[in-house]
């Protein structure tokens, strides 16, 4: 199949905790658990926000429900009430996550 766009397998919710983006990424297929939990790592999708996340980014698995829970620190230029982004509370991070092409 080659590369795709994640957005073809899996959907995502975020928004914020003070300077902080959580997002929920919940694969349409179990099948596709694997592929996300090798190809979707804390580094690449720190890559992938690029300047936008100073700090780390942690993943956590939550089996009970096939997904996968991102926490990214000091992606919000200071948090909702402090930024001056359009997307101050962290909102548009699970569309813009769902951008990321992976290996199919």
């Known amino acids: 199949m080659g590369r795709v766009s994640l957005n073809e ?44 996340v100073k700090g780390e980014v942690v993943r956590y698995e939550v089996p009970n429900i096939n997904a996968f829970n991102f926490v990214l620190r000091g992606a919000l230029n200071g948090g909702a009430s402090k930024s001056l982004r359009s997307d101050n509370l962290g909102k548009c991070f699970g569309a813009n996550l769902l951008r990321m092409d992976v290996e199919v």
């Open 9 to 52: 397998l899996a959907h995502a919710r975020s928004g914020d905790k003070g300077n902080t983006v959580n997002i929920g990424l919940f694969p349409y297929r179990e099948e596709h658990l694997q592929l996300i939990r090798e190809q979707v790592t804390p580094e690449r999708v720190k890559e992938h926000f690029g300047e936008m």
